[in-house]
């Protein structure tokens, strides 16, 4: 049935859709207390039926009824990508849910570990109503503005939930017409046409997608494509970038911040350089090495709690491995009065480039989730993409040790892994397949999970030859 037709599902939509975009602006100070509370207070009650936290709770000697306010999370344990990995499918979801009526959802492997949980239809809707608020704020209309997307829609991944589990319905009824999909990993000239044809008001991308497109754009390309806004998501974007994409093509771009465990946008970027917090919908706490608070205003590695949402609940995760800036609540030139992160470190944006001239961000190389599912496998706790040349990448994998014996063999996987990406990236580039005992990378940071050694004059030159 079509959710939006359901009466479970359809009504609560509705009301999200009217109440969640505004809030932020729409209510004092005290009242988003209020609904922030109510909210966390709701999601500790439906994580105490989820076994995997309740054991945690239980052993620190906590019950739903010790919880009233938001400030009380102090109290309760923190839960890692690990806890939630080892207790993958059963616990990590409340005793006695529906698994068929829910969309597995993989985090990208942008730290080179991917987790897989469980998600729903009005929780992934959250992740749509918290991006008309975005839109909003830049003065664009989520059912007329013209919006394209340049981004990864791989199965079982994020976007392409959101594409199956709402996208698809809304289209149902003429909505969504306005947007539009484009595949990031064809050749950058084949995109700008299709931009080109398209005549964005918006465009959402990874900055070294908008990097290549800005260079074919001050070479005279794309003359229809004048966005408003550019959105750029899942990375850091650079300065340098940032500048040369927002002269190139003569408008703002923006940062938004989210993950797959978060299920949608934690912070955005306004047009004043703030990146607000959703505060309504999480919960954001930064931490030092010792998973101490750390002060405002210093470095920490991000906590995540989400405050809505069914399936695999996300209270105190840790698993984000991104290190923010917190800003306490304040005012913004903008109007909105919100905790705000100052920079996110740990998502540099690191692409596979091919001869071709595909070009792959790194989130993208994240085929290994629908491989390592198609595999029905969870024994890969890590990997690792190195581009050594234009025609060479290589693929580090580490093995579960506990699990090593279990099929499929750890020589089965590596076969797959490789066949599967020999069939990507063609018969140009040598791809090479390894196991490795670990990832290194350097202390308090997360290991790149795409590393490439090919210089971007490099890449520029391709580019000029292919144009
Ligand atoms: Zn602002």
Redesign the pocket.
């Known amino acids: 049935m079509n959710p939006f037709l359901n009466p479970f599902t359809g009504f609560p939509f509705l009301r999200d859709f009217l109440t969640d975009p505004a809030r932020l602006r729409r209510l004092s100070q005290r009242k988003l207390d209020e609904y922030r509370n109510k909210a966390f207070r709701k999601a500790v009650v439906y994580a105490w039926n989820v076994p995997v936290y309740r054991e945690k709770y239980r052993n620190q000697g906590i019950t739903p009824d010790m919880i009233f306010e938001v400030e009380d999370i102090q109290r309760l344990p923190f839960i890692t990508k690990k806890e939630l990995l080892d207790n993958f499918p059963d616990n990590v979801v409340p005793l006695g849910y529906d698994k068929r009526k829910a969309q597995m959802i993989c985090t990208s492997g942008s730290s080179g570990k991917i987790l897989t949980f469980y998600s729903d239809f009005l929780t992934i809707s959250k992740a749509v109503t918290i991006s008309i608020r975005e839109l909003q704020a830049y003065g664009l209309h989520w059912n007329t503005s013209r919006i394209a997307h340049i981004i990864n829609f791989n199965p079982y991944q994020v976007n392409e939930a959101i594409n199956q589990g709402f996208v698809s319905h809304a289209r149902t009824f003429s909505l969504l017409q306005n947007h539009l999909q484009l595949n990031p990993f064809q050749p950058i000239p084949e995109l700008m046409k299709q931009l080109d044809d398209f005549k964005p008001d918006a465009i959402v991308s990874y900055p070294v997608t908008f990097q290549h497109l800005a260079y074919l754009k001050m070479k005279g390309n794309g003359t229809h494509v004048k966005p408003r806004i550019l959105f750029v998501g899942g990375y850091v974007l650079d300065p340098y970038i940032r500048d040369y994409v927002e002269q190139a093509f003569g408008c703002k771009m923006v940062n938004v911040y989210g993950s797959a465990e978060s299920g949608g946008d934690i912070s955005f970027e ?1 047009l ?1 350089g ?1 990146w ?1 917090i959703n505060h309504d919908f999480y919960h954001i706490e930064s931490v030092n090495k010792d998973l101490e608070a750390v002060e405002p205003g210093k470095k920490g590695r991000i906590i995540v709690t989400r405050l809505f949402g069914r399936g695999t609940p996300m209270i105190r995760y840790t698993g984000m491995d991104d290190l923010i800036t917190l800003e306490p609540v304040h005012e ?3 109007g ?1 009065c919100t905790p705000s992160i100052k920079g996110v470190e740990g998502r540099i944006d690191s692409t596979i480039v091919l001869p071709d001239g595909r070009m792959y961000p790194s989130a993208s190389f994240s085929i290994m989730s629908t491989i390592l599912n198609d595999l029905k496998t969870n024994k890969v706790r890590q990997f690792q993409i190195v581009q050594k040349q234009l025609n060479e990448i290589e693929i580090s994998l580490v093995f579960d040790d506990e699990q090593r014996n279990t099929a499929p063999s750890v020589d089965r996987i590596i076969e797959t892994v490789e066949a599967a990406y020999v069939k990507m990236v063609g018969p140009l580039v040598k791809i090479i397949v390894k196991e490795k005992k670990e990832i290194t990378s350097e202390e308090g940071k997360p290991s790149p999970f795409v590393v490439s050694y090919v210089p971007r004059d490099k890449i520029q030159e391709m580019l000029d030859q292919l144009d």
Request: proline share 0%.
């Open positions: 306004c004043k703030t607000h913004c030139e903008c909105l």
